[in-house]
C-alpha cells in the first residue's frame, strides 16, 4: 500500500539505508534504525504499518526485540529477515508473532511483497478491532472515548 | 605417500609376524626340545648303564659255566681214579667202555688214556698213536706229579695241534699212576663261544701270559701272543673300550674282561660299542626324530595361527582406522559446520549490500534512462553478471548453511523400496539423456525405517546425481542401485553402483572433506557429499564408498531401523 509506515531495523547499516532507499523510491515512508532498542523507541513514538527486523544483531537481537514490539501491543505486524543458518530462529519468531521471515540477500519485488501481505494483515487486524469497538460503542454509547484509547 | 605408509604397516606387520614365532618358539620348542633332549641323553646313559650291567652278568655268568665245565671233567676224573683200579681201568675195553660213556652225550673228550711214574702210556683210548709216547719230561706231566691234579694251558704235544689236558694222580699200592683226558678242542670252544653277542662279538680265553687258548677270531690265532696284554688280576667283570683300526676304519670296542679261577685263564668278551649300543642309539633316533617332527608341528602350526592372529590384527587395525577416519571425518565436519554457518553469514549480508545496491542502480536507471546506447547495454549487462554472481555465491552460502545447519528432522516411517522408487523416476529422464540406465535391485521383505524422508531424499539424489556425473564422457552406462537387510541385521543397506569414471585412491580420501570436488570451478562447491556425510551421520547412519578407476564406483549406506534416541525425541 502506497504511503505505507515502515521501520527498517537492520545493524548493517549501508543495507538498511539502501532497503530504505529502494521502498522510498517505491512510495512507502520508511524510517531506518540500526538497532532493536532504536526500534522500540520509535514505536513507542510513531506508528508504523511494517516493521521489517534483522534477526542477528548485536545487543537486543530480532527476537528479543520482537517480545519487546508484541509488549507493546500495537497494531503493526513484523517481518524478519535472516540468513539461512538461522531458519530455526526464523520459525520460532512467526511461533511469537511475526508475520514471515526473508532470508538475505532478497530482491526488493519479494519484501514489496511480504511487507503488502503484512500490511493487509495489519489493515484487516485493525479494521476488524474497530468493528469490534465501534459494535461496543452502538451498544454503550458511554464508550466512544474507548475508540482513541 | 600412501605408498610409504603402506610398506611401513608391511614392515610393521611382519616385524609383528616374527616376534610372535619367536615368542612362541621361545615359550614352546625351546622348553620342549631342552626336555627332550635332556630325557634323551638321561635314557641314553640309562640304557647304556643297563646294557653294561647285562653283559657284565652274562659275561659273569658265562665264566661260572666255564668254570663249572672244567671243574665237572676234573671231578669225573678224580671220581674215576677214586672208584676204580688201575687193574680194573687197564683191562681190555674198560676205558673204551668208561671213554664213550663220558662222551655218550657230547663229544667232551678227544681221548683217555692211563700214564703209569714212568711217563709211558698203559692205557689209551683216542684218535692217536700215543701208546708208545713217554711223557715223563713233559711240563703237564711234572706239574700233575707235583700238584696232583693239573689243567694245562693249550699246547702242542706229540699230536701237534693245539689243545689241553686234565690230569689227575692216584697213589695205589705204593705206585702212582695217572689219569689224563684231552678236551675235545672245539667242543671248548663252541662253549666257549657260546656267550658271543652280535655280528661283530668275540670270545676267546687268554693264559696268564696272555697266549690266546681258544680262537680269538679276527685279532690273532691260538697259540699266539695278544696284544697289549696287562695281565693283571682282578676280581669280577672289567670293562673298558678299545680303540681299534685307524682313520675311518677305526671301531670303538668293548671289552670285558674276567679271570676264571682254575685255571688262571682269562675269559675276554668283545663287541663294537656301535653294536651293543644299536638299539639304544635306534631308540634315541626314533624319540629324536619325534621329537623333532613334533617341533616341527608346533612349528608350522605356529605360523599358521600367527599368520590368522596377525590377519585378524591387520583387520582389526583397519576398522579401527577406518572409525577413526570417521571420527576425524565426523570432527572436522563438525568444526567446518561451525566455521561456514558464520562465514555463509558474514557473506550474506555484503550480498545483500550487492543485491540492494544493484536494486538502487536500476531504480536509478529507471528514473534517468541512460541515454548513451553503449553505455547503456554494459550497464544491463553488467547489472546481470551481478545477478548472476550473487545467485552462485547464494547458492554457495545455502549449501553451506545446508551442511552446518541444524534443523529437526522431521522422523517418519519410510518404506525404503518405495522411497528407491519414486528417487529413480525423478532421476530417470535426467540419466536417459545421458545415455545411463538404471536398474534396481531391491529385497522386498525389507521392512519399513523410521528416518527423515527428504534428508534421505537428499543424500540418495546426490549420489546419484554424482553418479550422472561420473559418466559425462562416457556416454553410456548403469547405475545399479540395491537395498538389503544389514549383516547385523539392525538395518538395511542401500547401494549405489555406478559404471563411471571412478575415483582415484588421493581423492578417495579428501571425498567428504567440504568443498573438494573434481569438477570444474563453478559447476560443484563440493559441499554434496560432505552434506550426504553429516546427513549420514546424524540420522545414525554409516556411509562408505569403494572405487576402481575406469570401473566405477559404489556408494553403500547404511540407516538403522530406528535413528538415534535423541533424534527421536527431538523428532
Known amino acids: 500500500m502506497i504511503g505505507s509506515k515502515i521501520l527498517l531495523v537492520d545493524d548493517e547499516e549501508i543495507f538498511c539505508d539502501n532497503m530504505a532507499k529502494l521502498l522510498q523510491n517505491r512510495q512507502y515512508k520508511v524510517t531506518a534504525v540500526y538497532n532493536g532498542e532504536s526500534a522500540i523507541r520509535e514505536l513507542e513514538k510513531d506508528n508504523f504499518d511494517v516493521v521489517v527486523l534483522d534477526l542477528k544483531m548485536p545487543g537486543m537481537n530480532g527476537i528479543n526485540t520482537l517480545k519487546e514490539i508484541k509488549k507493546l501491543g500495537l497494531f503493526t505486524e513484523t517481518l524478519l529477515l535472516t540468513g539461512h543458518g538461522s531458519v530455526d530462529a526464523a520459525i520460532e519468531a512467526i511461533r511469537l508473532g511475526a508475520y514471515d521471515f526473508l532470508t538475505k540477500p532478497c530482491e526488493i519485488d519479494e519484501l514489496v511483497e511480504k511487507i503488502e501481505g503484512a500490511w493487509r494483515k495489519k489493515d484487516g487486524a485493525w479494521k476488524k478491532d474497530l468493528e469490534e469497538k465501534l459494535k461496543k460503542v452502538v451498544e454503550s454509547p458511554s464508550d466512544v472515548f474507548k475508540l482513541f484509547d | 605417500m600412501n605408498q610409504i605408509l603402506e610398506s611401513s604397516k608391511k614392515t610393521q606387520y611382519s616385524r609383528l609376524f616374527r616376534r610372535f614365532i619367536l615368542l612362541t618358539m621361545i615359550c614352546s620348542l625351546a622348553p620342549l626340545l631342552l626336555a627332550g633332549w635332556a630325557i634323551n641323553i638321561h635314557y641314553s646313559r640309562f640304557a647304556k648303564e643297563r646294557m653294561e650291567k647285562m653283559l657284565r652278568t652274562r659275561v659273569e655268568y658265562h665264566r661260572k659255566i666255564i668254570e663249572f665245565f672244567l671243574k665237572e671233567n676234573r671231578t669225573r676224573l678224580d671220581f674215576i681214579t677214586q672208584t676204580h683200579s688201575i687193574d680194573f681201568l687197564t683191562k681190555k675195553d674198560r676205558l673204551s667202555h668208561i671213554f664213550k660213556t663220558i662222551n655218550r ?128 688280576i682282578h676280581d669280577g667283570v672289567k670293562f673298558r673300550f678299545l680303540e681299534t683300526g685307524v682313520g675311518d676304519s677305526q671301531t670303538r670296542k668293548i671289552v670285558c674282561e674276567t679271570w676264571l679261577r682254575d685255571p688262571k685263564w682269562l675269559l675276554v668278551v668283545r663287541i663294537n660299542e656301535t653294536e651293543l649300543f644299536e638299539e639304544v642309539r635306534h631308540a634315541n633316533r626314533a624319540a629324536l626324530i619325534s621329537l623333532h617332527l613334533s617341533a616341527l608341528i608346533i612349528f608350522i602350526v605356529t605360523v599358521f595361527i600367527t599368520r590368522h592372529m596377525v590377519s585378524v590384527i591387520k583387520k582389526r587395525d583397519g576398522e579401527v582406522e577406518r572409525m577413526n577416519r570417521q571420527l576425524m571425518q565426523t570432527g572436522k565436519l563438525a568444526s567446518i559446520g561451525e566455521l561456514s554457518a558464520g562465514v555463509a553469514h558474514e557473506i550474506n549480508n555484503p550480498l545483500a549490500i550487492i543485491t540492494t545496491e544493484r536494486q538502487l542502480l536500476q531504480d536509478a536507471e529507471k528514473r534517468t534512462p541512460i541515454t548513451d546506447e553503449i553505455f547503456g547495454k554494459q550497464f544491463a549487462e553488467s547489472l546481470n553478471q551481478i545477478d548472476t554472481q550473487v545467485l552462485r555465491c547464494k547458492h554457495i552460502t545455502r549449501n553451506l548453511m545446508k551442511f552446518a545447519r541444524r534443523t529437526k528432522s522431521v522422523i517418519e516411517t519410510v518404506d525404503v523400496n518405495v522411497f528407491i522408487r519414486e528417487v529413480i523416476e525423478l532421476m530417470e529422464r535426467e540419466a536417459k539423456s545421458d545415455g545411463i540406465s538404471f536398474k534396481s535391485i531391491l529385497d522386498d521383505k525389507l521392512k519399513p525405517i523410521l528416518s527423515d524422508p527428504s534428508q534421505l531424499q537428499q543424500v540418495v539424489l546426490n549420489i546419484i546425481n554424482n553418479a550422472i556425473a561420473a559418466h559425462e564422457d562416457k556416454g553410456y552406462g548403469m547405475i545399479t542401485i540395491a537395498t538389503c537387510l544389514s549383516k547385523d541385521k539392525t538395518g538395511i543397506v542401500i547401494t549405489v553402483e555406478d559404471t563411471g569414471c571412478g575415483i582415484t585412491d588421493e581423492d578417495i580420501e579428501k571425498i567428504f572433506d567440504p568443498f573438494f570436488t573434481t569438477k570444474s570451478p563453478g559447476k560443484g562447491t563440493g559441499l554434496g557429499l560432505s552434506i550426504c556425510y553429516s546427513i549420514v551421520k546424524q540420522l545414525g547412519g554409516n556411509i562408505d564408498v569403494e572405487s576402481d578407476v575406469e570401473k566405477g564406483t559404489l556408494f553403500t549406506l547404511i540407516f538403522p531401523f530406528k535413528p538415534p534416541e535423541a533424534l527421536l525425541n527431538h523428532g
Do not use: C
Open chain 2, 105 to 232: 652225550d657230547s663229544w667232551i673228550l678227544t681221548d683217555i688214556g692211563i700214564i703209569d711214574e714212568n711217563g709211558d702210556h698203559i692205557a689209551y683210548v683216542g684218535p692217536y698213536d700215543l701208546m708208545d709216547k713217554n711223557y715223563f719230561n713233559t711240563f703237564w706231566f711234572k706239574e700233575v706229579m707235583e700238584k696232583g691234579s693239573y689243567t694245562s694251558d693249550m699246547f702242542m704235544g706229540f699230536r701237534k695241534e693245539p689243545h689241553f689236558v686234565m690230569a689227575v694222580i692216584k697213589n695205589e699200592n705204593g705206585h702212582r699212576w695217572i689219569l689224563r683226558a684231552t678236551i675235545n678242542t672245539e667242543w671248548f670252544r663252541s662253549l666257549v663261544e657260546d656267550v658271543r653277542i652280535g655280528k661283530t662279538g668275540e670270545v676267546y680265553i687268554l693264559n696268564k701270559k696272555g697266549i690266546y687258548q681258544t680262537s680269538p677270531g679276527s685279532d690273532g690265532e691260538i697259540m699266539t701272543l695278544a696284544s697289549g696284554f696287562e695281565g693283571e
